[in-house]
């Protein structure tokens, strides 16, 4: 369907991008009492089962590998799982408004083959994937898809190509089937943009299910996909995947192939972005990851290291031995609200009732984000306005003065480069020092710290709450990250401080460091927060993604039990 209106002609683009979202998914899907909102505060999951068929709801509430292990015994077949998943997802977007296009009859003409090949090689899966649907953030490109990277000037253009990720996974027994919203440029921790508008947390219609990758939240977040694409480049799979309690990997660059994937600042490689799956349970991560991994990505990709999966380091972090691991309750910048302090205590908790060896840890993260910051304005926004007036759109609040200096020399950006790598440099030598004094054994295996200092913010208030340093640092430190869902916030649980020098208890906290600071510590409301996610994050040395999502699983056990 064409909109014809009299809207500048930018604005009538996204209203007729808008209006498309929906038209290729089939109609008894799409109901028309559900709405979308951004200000009403209830949770939105259990709404979903009014819609499904319980068949539906019972495929929608697996995670991957127990998903795959049904399509596997023949219990149900690829297309069965991809219209329960089309169904929630479209319940989800109705509500949510977190994705941008949904290729249906692609994603059946795959689920059919997929089918038929199952019946045909004697009820044998083809691929570890074999019928997994994957929804993806529209930078990952799909052949017969636009890709907008959140921006309206890429409207009208198809995917000639798919992106190597898309083509291993679909190898693999995959089915891509929808496409998830984002922030313009991939460059901003709030999902909004001009072709849709806001998109909204499920646990709380009127809060934020952050950004980037917000839409891939979100979806995730109502089940409405069992596995998702997200990118990471200051925390854009961290955040969404924290504001929804979800698990999501940001993986070292150079472990998972960003090759034909669509970028805001390409070029651009002080701090490359990442991009790397997002679900419901680290057993999901572990599957993406060692599928990826396993297809040797390096040998198309010539920016991905030829580092297969090391199955032997996974094991040695889950059978059982005793961890070195650090902590990082805070910055010494910001200071977490009452629910991120709860949450960084019950797995230090956890690890020291299970035996482990726990440790303080601390980061320079002023250094990191003052590196940060630099690269994110290095072009002074030039690539976005270049990107925008494609369309005319206008900007959206994407990087803060960004564009107030000019961009950096080439010596400048070479010098910015160099003092990162000392960085790098020196944080490494502080890691090695956590071992036994003049050997290298027993040294630290990950730290544990904030994926932010605060919980989900409402719509609209990130620009004053913003802060990187908890996720940035990783970023800048090219280190692995996982997400870890702790719990849900509970008034009676996490009261909020007495003031600015005592918690809820009486006991002293420290001192205010600046306005910021004072900032997130008044925002928090226990009743108004009540039912967000609170998700902490587990760090490994570059391209340690199989001891962090190792500790990830193990953290996932140690939580179920101390429950």
């Not at 209830?42 to 709801?57: D, G, R």
């Not at 010539?302 to 032997?312: L, S």
Request: contains cysteine.
């Amino acid at each position: 369907m064409t909109v014809t209106t009299d809207l500048p002609s930018w604005e009538a683009r996204a209203l007729d991008k808008k209006s498309r979202i929906l038209t290729s998914v089939p109609p008894q899907y799409i109901h028309s009492d559900l709405t979308h909102s951004t200000t009403d505060p209830s949770p939105v999951h259990s709404l979903a089962a009014q819609y499904l068929t319980s068949e539906e709801v019972l495929i929608t509430s697996l995670d991957a590998p127990a998903l795959l292990d049904l399509i596997a015994q023949g219990r149900f077949s690829s297309v069965q799982v991809l219209n329960a998943y089309t169904h929630r997802a479209v319940i989800a977007h109705q509500l949510l408004n977190c994705c941008l296009e949904f290729p249906y009859a692609a994603a059946l003409a795959r689920a059919e083959a997929l089918d038929r090949e199952f019946e045909s090689n004697g009820k044998r899966t083809t691929g570890p994937l074999h019928g997994l649907p994957v929804s993806v953030k529209d930078q990952v490109r799909v052949v017969g898809t636009e890709t907008t990277c959140g921006f309206v000037g890429n409207l009208g253009k198809k995917d000639e190509e798919d992106s190597l990720l898309v083509s291993i996974l679909q190898e693999a027994g995959a089915v891509v089937f929808v496409k998830t919203s984002l922030s313009i440029g991939c460059m901003w921790g709030e999902t909004v943009n001009n072709i849709i508008g806001t998109t909204s947390n499920p646990f709380n219609r009127s809060f934020s299910c952050g950004g980037s990758s917000g839409g891939e939240g979100a979806l995730i977040g109502f089940c409405g996909s069992p596995m998702g694409i997200g990118s990471d480049i200051g925390g854009s799979i961290r955040s969404p995947s924290a504001y929804q309690g979800l698990w999501g990997l940001r993986p070292s660059s150079g472990r998972i192939p960003y090759s034909n994937i669509l970028n805001s600042m390409e070029g651009q490689e002080t701090v490359a972005s990442v991009v790397g799956p997002m679900s419901r349970s680290p057993a999901s991560l572990v599957l993406f990851t060692k599928t990826v991994a396993d297809a040797e990505p390096w040998l198309s990709d010539p920016k991905c290291q030829p580092v297969p999966w090391r199955d032997e380091i996974f094991r040695s972090v889950t059978s059982g031995r005793k961890l070195k691991i650090g902590i990082m309750h805070w910055d010494g910048i910001i200071f977490p609200q009452p629910p991120i302090r709860w949450g960084m205590e019950k797995l230090e908790a956890v690890l020291k009732a299970a035996g482990h060896e726990v440790i303080p840890w601390r980061i320079d993260q002023k250094a990191a984000i003052s590196i940060l910051t630099r690269v994110f304005a290095s072009d002074a926004n030039g690539d976005i306005d270049r990107s925008r007036a494609v369309s005319g759109e206008p900007a959206q609040n994407l990087l803060t003065n960004a564009s107030a200096a000019p961009p950096l020399t080439l010596l400048e950006s070479w010098s910015l480069a160099c003092e990162r790598l000392a960085f790098q440099t020196e944080i490494l030598k502080q890691w090695k020092k956590t071992s036994k004094v003049g050997t290298s054994e027993d040294v630290m295996d990950v730290y544990l710290t904030p994926v932010n200092p605060a919980v989900a913010p409402r719509h609209g208030h990130y620009a004053k709450a913003r802060y990187l340093g908890y996720t940035g640092t990783v970023n800048v430190l090219d280190f692995s990250s996982c997400t870890v869902p702790v719990g849900f916030v509970d008034p009676e649980l996490h009261k909020a401080d007495l003031g600015e020098e005592l918690d809820a208890a009486g006991k002293e906290i420290p001192k205010v460091t600046g306005d910021l600071d004072r900032h997130i510590r008044s925002i928090y409301e226990p009743d108004v927060y009540k039912g967000l996610p609170i998700t902490m994050q587990v760090v490994g040395r570059r391209m340690e993604e199989e001891k962090v999502l190792g500790v990830a699983t193990l953290l996932k056990e140690l939580l179920k039990k101390s429950s």
